[in-house]
């Protein structure tokens, strides 16, 4: 199966300000989902991003707060824009791999204070 | 609606002993694969075990197993020899289509603790 390399691990941001957390993989994949894991709750899907479309975003989620960057097969972005302490949560990428199990990156712990 | 329900928050069990997993789920679609994954504190999502819904021998990964009950809609998970290890937050998913697309559902849950 894929391996992702999700970065950063954790940051602390001031409210107001976007952070943008990335995705490698190391081969080449159709489909890459964002998701966000509240303090103590299961994930929740925030999009799915298609190489060379627009991502399609679940209810509740907006592209003006979660801009998501597909360029190419083996890397995505996503930013939480103009933060508040809500946005406070780990955010996790995974890719499709439907038989085998979907992968998922290690996660971004993110602190607003 | 495709849910999924996982009715136990909080479980612990001795090491060494099993200790099973519950989780059922709602889908009107008769193909699909069903996931436990297993989260420890480093927060990263492990596969533990995967089934197809389309075959009828429950999966098995080593001490890790399922027993899925199609028809009931069910897809519990034990745990034999249970090791400090195992500690962690498990979460029962599965693939749901929606709009032509297919996307992971997910349980809430549960937490569990092997005690020494």
């Known amino acids: 199966s894929a391996v992702i390399s999700q970065k950063p691990s954790r940051d602390i941001c001031q409210r107001g300000t976007s952070l943008t957390i990335q995705c490698q993989v190391d081969?080449?994949?159709?489909?890459m989902f964002w998701y966000r894991q509240q303090p103590g709750q299961s994930l929740t899907l925030i999009a799915t991003a298609n190489q060379g479309s627009e991502a399609t975003y679940e209810s509740g989620f907006v592209i003006d707060k979660f801009p998501i960057s597909r360029p190419n097969l083996t890397f995505s972005t996503l930013t939480v824009s103009n933060m508040s302490p809500e946005d406070s949560s780990i955010y996790l990428c995974?890719?499709?791999?439907?038989?085998?199990?979907?992968?998922f990156g290690s996660g971004t712990r993110l602190t607003v204070v | 609606a495709q849910t999924v329900t996982q009715s136990q928050p909080e479980m612990s069990v001795q090491e060494a002993e099993t200790v099973t997993l519950s989780c059922t789920y709602d889908t009107s679609e008769s193909n699909y694969y069903l996931f436990w994954y297993k989260q420890p504190p480093s927060r990263q999502m492990i596969l533990v075990i995967r089934q197809e819904a389309y075959k009828q021998q429950n999966a098995t990964e080593n001490r890790f197993s399922v027993n899925f009950q199609k028809a009931a809609k069910s897809f519990s998970l034990k745990i034999s020899d249970s090791q400090l290890g195992d500690t962690a937050m498990y979460f029962c998913a599965f693939t749901a289509s929606q709009g032509g697309s297919e996307k992971l559902v997910f349980g809430k849950g549960t937490k569990l603790t092997v005690n020494p």
């Open positions: 995974s890719v499709e791999a439907r038989y085998y199990g979907y992968t």
């Open positions: 081969s080449q994949v159709t489909m």
